[in-house]
């Protein structure tokens, strides 16, 4: 089961229990997936619902700062609350091991050697962390590994 369908049993879960909370905000979550959907016009992988989850918190974040900078903390405490549970949402991330130990595996594979091979690397660990990891981690540990110093 992707995660789109996972969200789906969520949200029949909330709505049954009675949660509304978890029910309003996993209904945005899934209305504005259906939307990309349509859009994209091709069923959402799990990494379109992670990129879609990301840019939702990030957004969240800004809508926080915002809220707490006009001195509104009844909207503040809500985002809040928004942003931690749709954090709970997201796979957990990658361990800076597990990472390591994946760019070893692909630098192998690929039979990567130089700084010149960093694109290449790049877009195959990506892939294979499949959101799980963060882009700037991901540099930082794939240029190491081509420096040597891992």
Not at 18 to 30: E, P, T
Not at 33 to 47: H, P, S, T
């Amino acid at each position: 089961m992707g995660m789109f369908e996972d969200l789906q049993r969520q949200y029949i879960d909330a709505r049954k229990s009675g949660d509304k909370f978890a029910s309003q905000v996993l209904n945005l979550v899934i209305s504005d997936l259906k939307y990309e959907k349509i859009n994209k016009q091709k069923d959402l992988e799990d990494a379109d619902v992670i990129a879609y989850l990301r840019k939702t918190i990030k957004s969240r974040k800004e809508m926080l700062s915002e809220a707490e900078n006009a001195g509104r903390q009844d909207v503040a405490n809500e985002t809040k609350a928004e942003i931690a549970f749709l954090e709970k949402l997201l796979p957990q991330m990658m361990s800076r091991d597990e990472l390591i130990k994946l760019a070893k595996e692909v630098k192998e594979t690929i039979g990567a050697s130089s700084p010149a091979d960093m694109g290449r690397m790049m877009k195959e660990v990506m892939a294979k962390t499949a959101g799980r990891a963060d882009g700037a981690e991901v540099k930082e540990v794939v240029t190491a590994l081509l420096k040597g110093e891992l």
